[in-house]
């Protein structure tokens, strides 16, 4: 079943609208841009009232909610430490979370629904920039592969139901990820968050030195996250399509500069020292935002900029930064 009457358009902004994992970095700055934009029936719940891994409360939730849109940001994340170590863990509860928020909202009728992945989910050495068509033409980062492939199998979950449904459900994958609400930890946070703790720790101590993983040479793009929830609010009111849409900058640096620019955002004068006995990860992540710019989208948060901002942010709520 096919359904072509479907065009993208404006959002009912009192109609109820569920946004899965809406206490983390980007479920959380989607809530934060919906309310902006005067959505008024915003669900949410935390992990501690609704455990998306467990499958009848999930489908309870949905009978008794009754979402028309459904934005699924709900997932297990973590950095390249704790995806090596717990592949498991990243297998397993992302599929159990998507398999049974897309079920659930199949079988309650969710009429629109955005899908959110990662740029892990592209082979290891894909052409860069990174186009939506490389998705399965080649080998997956070792290192985070079970979050990959959980991923991918929401994508395809995504165009399975487009196929066989007709109904319009979209996915988007974002570049790397940062801003306020993120995981400074000192174990399973990215490299973002991982740098600004590890920089401002240090300033704060007075230590010579810093080292960090790798060699510094991998190439990453970053998109603050309230650009993230920005691109998506524009996906469900512009976009209809079984692709998954590439979110990012289009623009990407050296782990080197990025840390260099955290150094001298957090006021660090030490000596930056790397350790290439560390794994790298992919050497280079850059996307072709080729689709979503086409669009009508574009960032609007400078790279450095963005980075200061979430440095007041962490200092602010350093008690509180999952810490």
Not at 98 to 117: I, K, P, S, T, Y
Not at 158 to 176: E, F
Not at 284 to 292: E, G, Q, Y
Request: aromatic content about 8%; hydrophobic content about 40%.
């Amino acid at each position: 079943m096919t359904d072509t009457s479907f065009a993208p358009g404006p959002l009912d902004r009192h109609a109820p609208l569920y946004v899965a994992g809406h206490r983390g970095l980007v479920g959380s700055a989607i809530w934060r841009r919906l309310e902006a934009d005067g959505f008024d029936n915003l669900i949410g719940r935390s992990s501690s009232e609704l455990d998306l891994r467990d499958r009848r409360p999930v489908f309870e939730f949905f009978a008794e909610t009754k979402p028309r849109t459904v934005v699924l940001a709900a997932a297990k994340v973590g950095g390249i430490l704790a995806n090596n170590t717990y592949p498991v863990d990243f297998l397993s509860e992302n599929m159990r979370i998507q398999v049974n928020v897309l079920d659930a909202a199949l079988e309650h009728g969710v009429e629109r629904l955005l899908f959110l992945g990662s740029s892990c989910i592209y082979p290891k050495l894909a052409p860069q920039p990174i186009k939506e068509e490389y998705l399965l033409t080649g080998h997956l980062e070792p290192t985070n592969d079970a979050y990959a492939i959980a991923k991918i199998a929401g994508i395809l979950q995504i165009q399975a139901v487009r196929r066989q449904y007709g109904l319009p459900w979209i996915s988007a994958m974002p570049t790397n990820l940062y801003g306020p609400g993120d995981n400074f930890a000192p174990q399973g946070s990215h490299v973002l968050p991982a740098l600004i703790r590890r920089y401002d720790e240090a300033r704060r101590d007075g230590v010579e030195s810093v080292t960090n993983w790798g060699t510094g040479s991998p190439r990453r793009e970053f998109l603050h996250v309230d650009d993230m929830a920005s691109a998506c609010l524009h996906l469900l009111e512009n976009y209809d399509g079984p692709d998954q849409v590439n979110v990012g900058t289009g623009e990407d640096s050296t782990i080197k500069e990025i840390a260099q620019i955290v150094a001298e955002e957090v006021g660090y004068g030490g000596r930056i020292d790397w350790d290439a006995s560390k794994p790298d990860g992919t050497p280079r992540k850059l996307l072709d935002v080729t689709k979503l710019r086409d669009s009508g989208w574009e960032p609007k948060i400078g790279l450095r900029e963005g980075i200061a901002s979430t440095i007041a942010w962490y200092r602010q709520h350093a008690d509180l930064a999952r810490t």
